[in-house]
């Protein structure tokens, strides 16, 4: 069953489009054909409905073939167009054929309409499958054209040589060329493989060679000014012995990689940092304490006192290094609070110009309308001292330090280069100088504990500020090219609520002696000795236990009033903090005091104090011990 013929026939004589019609029924083909005689309605007909064929009188009176040809040129539809006359002259004829007519049948030779349209539906459909697949092709190429142009892969034909025939901006951009260096051949794969990676290029030789096709593989180019980028290759052979390839930057993903690497890195040696410095401060406890005892013993004249005070100056130091430990590994408790960093500077000013000297000019730029953050306002001062101190001694020659804040919103773009920093609102703090910078590799070490290029330097500074920062939820980047100076950018995560103004110090209490009763809780033997000793000669009775599960013992058994709990944060079994619990419902009278020389997140959230609990950090010292012990003591009740 074929479809029904749709003929608009352009006749003024309907006896004629009858004989047409039947010309075509003749061999049982159905026709549906519509008459028109003016151009208006020839102009409806093919708007309104779909034709396969237009059938056109030579003449009418005020129509004709040439006017109807010219109207369905307008419309841009490809259909036949046949002419069927009694009569039109040779050179007519021609004409009409010349302008897109598509056939010429006589009226007395009808015969000759159908296969004449039938040929010219056949081409009519070839017609449309070549412009149909045209089309597909342009839209190929189109589509290839904006890969190639875009700029996110490079493109390089080649022949069989590797000889560089064609490159787009994207692969001179990767590489370092101007296209006049890659002019036909003047460049070959080789050349701009680096040496180390020439295995590659030989596989991917052979993998054109039998398959056709080289599967994506790393490798690393070289650039014209001989610096080295690595990247992704895939190749396909072309017709003959030309090959296409992709090229694919890999020096943004190499540095993401190494981010996480260093961050890693950072992580490992953090923990292990803060494992040691929280044995450490058990140690210096004991060994600053028993200085600080004896010497209180000993006669204003003893000559055994130069010797204790030597002793306690060597532990002090150490107390400083385990502080700073702590910092870098995010364990020393920070107690935050809502602060303009503006003020903090500002504040710092007079002792940063002492510090600088005068070789080096500091310029101080704040931010107006900077955002707040939360820090512990100590631990940010330490921040900007350590930076100050090392832009110092890089430019001893003196210089320009250049301390700026301002605020930033950071968007996914830059998120995603960097990549562990959240989008959000941040103030930035930058520490700019002038000095001798820092080169590539030794940038991804000087966070590192430990390092340090100076002779008589201790590696911990900018550790310490890398702790203190990451532990107040920011984040650091150094920026910084050899012998051009170097800039340190803090982030800090922005917060709502209005600067606290730091409350007055209260002054410490007097030390006087005390006589109430505290339970101990310490699992390290030497400084629970240690910590009885002082308490009981300051004139408190102690009892002590090693573990939570003793402590709770005590309390049952014990008759009387306790009134003070000092239990170490990390015990075996049960934590400071849940034996604290446990008694609070038992002896609810009864203060605690924890004291820790670690951060740890059963009484601390991530390091940060609730307001309300009292900490001792560690180490341990008679004075600083006795005098928390009496605060606590104190508290709450007026005494
Ligand atoms: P230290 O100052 O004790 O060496 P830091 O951790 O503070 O330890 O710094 C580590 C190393 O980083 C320094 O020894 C120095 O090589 C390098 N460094 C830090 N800041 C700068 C700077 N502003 N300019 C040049 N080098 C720096
Ligand atoms: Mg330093």
Known sequence: MTAPLRALLVEDSATDAKLVVEEL?????????????????????????????????????????????????????????????????????????????????????????????????????????????????????????????????????????????????????????ASEDVDVGRLDWHTITAPEWHHVEISIGEQLETHGFASPCETELVRKDRSKVPALVAIARLDGSESISLTLDLSERRRLEEQVRQAQKMEAVGRLAGGVAHDFNNVLSVIISYAELIERDLTPDEPLRADIGEISKAALRATDLTRQLLAFSRQQVLEAKVVDLNQSISGMARMLHRLLGADIELTILPASGLWNVKVDPGQVGQVVMNLAVNARDAMPEGGKLTIETSNVEVDSDYAHVHHDVAPGSYVMLAVTDTGVGIDKEMQARIFEPFFTTKEKGTGLGLA???????????????????????????????????????????????????????????????????????????????????????????????????????????????????????????????????????????VLHHGVLDSGVAYLQKPLTPTSLRRKVREVLRSGDGS
């Open 25 to 177: 029924q003749r061999t049982g083909r159905s026709v549906e054909f519509q008459r028109i005689e003016s151009p208006d309605a020839m102009r409806a007909a093919l708007e309104t409905r779909t034709w396969d064929v237009v059938i056109s009188d030579w003449s009418m009176p005020k129509f004709g073939a040439p006017a109807a040809l010219a109207i369905l040129k307008e419309t841009g539809l490809d259909l036949p167009f046949v002419i069927v006359s009694g009569s039109v002259g040779e050179e007519a004829a021609v004409e009409a054929m010349r302008s897109g007519a598509h056939d010429y049948v006589l009226k007395d030779r009808l015969a000759r309409l159908l296969p004449a349209i039938e040929r010219e539906l056949r081409e009519v459909e070839v017609r449309r499958a070549r412009s149909n697949s045209e089309r597909a092709l342009r839209a190929s190429e189109t589509r290839l054209r904006r890969l190639v142009e875009a700029g996110i892969v490079g493109t390089v034909v080649a022949d069989g040589f590797g000889r560089i025939l064609e490159a787009n901006g994207a692969f001179l951009a990767m590489i370092g060329y």
């Open 464 to 602: 310490t500020v890398f702790g203190i920062v990451k532990q107040s939820g920011g984040h650091i980047w150094v920026y910084s090219e050899p012998s051009r100076g170097t800039t340190f950018k803090v982030y800090l995560p922005r917060v709502s609520g209005a600067a606290e103004v730091r409350a007055s110090e209260p002054p410490p209490p007097e030390d006087r002696r005390g006589s109430e009763t505290i339970l101990l809780v310490e699992d390290d033997d030497q400084v629970r000795a240690l910590a009885r000793d002082i308490l009981r000669r300051a004139g408190y009775v102690v009892l002590e236990a090693p573990n939570g599960g003793e402590a709770l013992l005590i309390c049952e058994q014990h008759g009387a009033k306790i009134d003070l709990l000092v239990t170490d944060v990390i015990l075996p079994r049960m934590s400071g903090r849940q034996l604290a619990e446990r008694l609070a419902s038992l002896r609810p009278e009864m203060k605690v005091l924890f004291m820790s020389g670690y951060t740890d997140d059963t």
